[in-house]
Nanobody
Framework: QVQLVESGGGLVQAGGSLRLSCAASGRTFSSYAMGWFRQAPGKEREFVAAVMWSDIDTIYADSVKGRFTISRDNAKNTVYLQMNSLKPEDTAVYYC???????????????WGQGTQVTVSS
């Protein structure tokens, strides 16, 4: 069992930056692929980024490539999402998730956090 707790969301102006954190419980954190997803009101949950066991192995949605960076610190059981050049369309609840393989599909992830709100004003 893995419990995930996100933090770092908030209100930011367009062009600004935020850093989301996701703290995980459990001693097997390093064995999980970690992903970030987001869901805007009235829309389906969409993939943002994922990282395998190390920061070298990452994938990103085209919409955030070059602006967002996912990283993990296995010693701290934490995964991060650095978000730069934020746009109003990035406004959503952001969720972190843990799974067996790095994937863009929500169904590949077994454990989910409660989410943190990110609001980007124009």
């Amino acid at each position: 069992q893995v419990q995930l707790v996100e933090s770092g969301g908030g209100l930011v102006q367009a062009g600004g930056s935020l850093r989301l954190s996701c703290a995980a419980s459990g001693r097997t954190f390093s064995s999980y692929a970690m992903g970030w997803f987001r869901q805007a009101p009235g829309k389906e949950r969409e993939f943002v980024a994922a990282v395998m066991w190390s920061d070298i192995d990452t994938i990103y949605a085209d919409s955030v490539k070059g602006r967002f960076t996912i990283s993990r610190d296995n010693a701290k059981n934490t995964v991060y999402l650095q978000m730069n050049s934020l746009k109003p369309e990035d406004t959503a609840v952001y969720y972190c998730a843990a799974g067996g393989l790095k994937s863009m599909s929500p169904s590949a992830y077994m454990y989910w956090g409660q989410g943190t709100q990110v609001t980007v004003s124009s």
